[in-house]
């Protein structure tokens, strides 16, 4: 495809910078509680080499629920398909349901996106690793090739002191047999993992393996088969935007993933990479000028997967 | 891509056709319950013209909730995007949360696939159609090429006969106001949608407009845009295959959509469309070897959108 | 006992009479919604004979829900114990889980007086009797020793026309198997039985043999054994008041049933019987000043079962 | 009521013993798991002073749930009617719907005797209490006259090494506000309360003065008001038993409560109450034994509120 990107994104960011923004906050943490909510970035990333960005594309933030998909890569690696023998890969419908189902169908999460699934991917990692906490991070650190790459301890901490609702899911999986390790050890790592720190360069930059079938794009080292990266990527569509999963593929059309932090990074296989970062929450809890940005690139670029 | 699509799904169909078959027929209605099970066709077209079947490709057989793309279809072409105020697009959960998630949502169907969904769509057809049966029946007409196609009477006088829990449904969504018309016309007429044959080389090129952008590909008519044709992709992606819509993009990754006749359509965007019938169903209520086939189809052509 | 009722009854009413009431009435259909709002009736009969009635005590309303009592009694006087094979007796916590639980439970509503319940016994009824319809009013009349009373044609018809969600109801347990004959004649005869009009007294006297272990006062026929009577009052206990029927239980401490008209008939076993009627109602379906007639009758008495 | 107790028990007692007993022992904890499940015992106190027990009435065993109504005894007595704005008075339906029904009353449960509910009125005990530990057990051995009453540590900290379900439940009501306290500390205090042990003789004497408007019958002490006692009493005839509540108020008739040691204690406002212990539990995880020993008595005493 020979297409003017720079100017598509262009047109996109323009188009969403000046949009008045009903979105509100992550409160549940001082510490997402206290961003500036003007903040507006969005980064792309071409497997051609091709890298581009706008706005506060360089600036740091909690990626949050978007670093579920890497922890899911890695516990697919190790694991295999045996994986999925504990996760479903169904989405979710809504959290009316969530604990329903977890006991109807004996612990076993819809999907590796939501919290219990993530939950459930953490306790293999901390099952399968001398020490998930740190293993993990390198295993980002190298794949991002970021090696300062670190989690936010006071993120984790105030999650940590909050996290009463995560607390209780944690424990009523292992109720039902599907958390092996402790508890408030699998709890320790979850927040961890969600506490990285990304900006929207870097998290396109490290999502691009995906793009690329699996392949490490600086150092075309394979990380995961090219099967496994197209499953992440179905999952990512099915099950990577909470409940408003359906609407990012009605409107944007592209695998993806959010965070409550206010990121979204989605991809086009075998193309590229985009990133997007606005603070602001719609009531879904999905950036609102990050899903904005997206549609409006969607619809001037026309490049969908569908 | 130049793909020999003919030995692919040679391969696949033998690969899948002795497979020991644990699914069981459809048996809510004699007309389901008395096909003859061991049945198995597939058809491949290819928007270039190139076109090819195996095995019962061309016994036809009730498409049932293959119908509902179509009559969305018709009247997101009549209605535009406000269709989306009176329907969801987001998948449904299972079916333990429909009906609470209907009254909490004020009758808002969770998708226009789920019947909820598609008893709305019917009633906007009967509402903006003077004679929805017959007109639906055209369009459906002239968009196969098919001008002797025709609505089973027999199958369609059974399930009212039987559909207790469709007349449940339709009454249920009225008393919360998104039914304009009579439940019973409603319902006959959904009912009458659901009751079209078709064979596989008729399913496949009946659905190369979805993979075509819209434009119905034996003489070029635009029958939708392509921006709606891409938002019906994604929707039969994330809601085409009730409660196995996530495992069947994890595994197959192609849109498509299944009916309980035991027919399964799927297209790769801008290529081509595949038809699968066999009348057993697994336990979701897909077909067994018709989900089978297009698994081991996507495994050997690794063409899938992800 | 030695206490003075009537004195009791006065002060409690005089406490009753002026409060402000927030309450509002049943709009779903004219007939109900088109009530003087203002009335405001009570009736006490003594098993001794005494009997006292204040306000509006002598004019008919519509009875609703309490004839669910009445025809619960007729059929369980035919039927016997083996009622309880197609109706369960537990109370039925909200209705979120009604839909969900007649799934789960093949069809078996959680008690009789939830609309489920009360179909199930409707269908018991048109199978066993020739004519539910006449028959059912005969025993009715008979019980009350008033020779005229009749359904309303005109509140039936209002029923018969707006009951969406009941037509759903009837089908989905027809659709799970609960329910023999045709929905539409279930129905009818549901409506019917909740037609019937009363006024405070011909109730409070009507259901005195429930008080009078299940003996019809009047003429000492027993109607039904004292152990169903018994178990009749622990259903209205547990479950009649929907979800107030714990708090009618802990604030008035006696078995009774109320009905979306407004009325309410509540009785202490071995002693009396009360009825109460004011058609506005509070957000629970349950009438305002009755319930709070109620309370205080039973803060001056000390009268409760418990 | 000149009625020959004794008589009508021991011919329960000999109709129960033999019974065939398909119940299974509580599993979930060694301790319970490990009791010897042929044991069975019974025992009746008057309020006029006539006392008499068969069977293995004066073997202790784990009262667990049972003593939810003497934590919520001295919680009412100190905090009075605004308790209720932290915990309802309604049947609660069943598991299935109790996690939904907290969120959508903002952590309120649905009664007392259910675990969510007991939570909280643990939560107000460690809120008013120096030592809720010591202060609750000396409450409960005034009221029993044992003052050598002890919590069993082995109990305590086996459901402490196994209540994960529990640790998400208080968790769970945390996040949404009703737990003021640290979720550890009123778990601890939960499971000791839970691990009390009496004999069958020590139950029905404690409970004497809920049959007694409130007052404690050996010292005539007033512990509640004769108001509360009603509603405790109302609370045990809605919720006492479980999703059986209904069940037990159908077939036997009185206010009770059960433990999953086994243990029911049930009494007759102003005249009795009556202990029944045996170890194997119903599905619904009562007494398998202790119902059918209460529903004979009831059968032949004619003695029930109703």
């Known amino acids: 495809m020979q297409i003017d990107y720079q100017n598509i994104i262009e047109k996109a960011y323009r188009q969403t910078q000046p949009l008045k923004d009903p979105g509100k906050l992550a409160d549940y943490i001082p510490e997402l ?53 504990r996760i479903d890969v169904e989405p979710s419908g809504t959290k009316f349901d969530s604990l329903l189902l977890l006991e109807i169908n004996n612990g076993i999460p819809r999907n590796p996106f939501i919290n219990a699934g993530a939950m459930v991917v953490c306790d293999i990692l901390v099952s399968h690793l001398i020490n998930a906490r740190m293993e993990f991070l390198d295993f980002v650190r190298d794949l991002s090739d970021l090696p300062d790459l670190a989690y936010s301890d006071t993120i984790a901490d105030s999650e940590k002191a909050h996290g009463h609702r995560n607390v209780a899911l944690c424990n009523f999986i292992k109720s039902l047999g599907n958390i092996q390790n402790k508890p408030a050890e699998v709890l320790d790592f979850y927040f961890d993992m969600c506490s ?111």
Not at 39 to 60: C, E, I, P, S
């Open 196 to 306: 990285l720190e990304m900006n929207c360069r870097e998290l396109s930059r490290t999502f691009s393996f995906l793009a690329n079938g699996g392949v490490k794009v600086s150092d075309q080292k394979e990380i995961i088969s090219t099967n496994m990266s197209k499953r992440i990527n179905a999952l990512m569509l099915t099950c990577g935007f909470y409940d408003e999963s359906g609407e990012f593929a009605f409107k944007v059309g592209l695998p993806g993933k959010s965070g409550v932090g206010g990121g979204i990074v989605a991809l086009y296989p075998r193309h590229f990479t985009i990133a997007a970062w606005s603070p602001r929450l719609n009531p879904k809890g999905n950036s609102f000028k990050g899903m904005k940005f997206l549609e409006e690139f969607t619809n001037h670029s026309e490049l969908t997967i569908f």
């Open 33 to 85: 509680a206290n961003v500036d909510p003007g903040q507006f970035g969005v980064h792309y990333t071409n497997l051609d080499g091709a890298d581009f960005g706008m706005g506060d594309n360089q600036v740091r933030f909690s990626i949050q629920s978007i670093a579920k998909v890497l922890s899911l890569t890695l516990a697919y690696k190790m694991v295999g398909e045996k994986i999925w023998e």
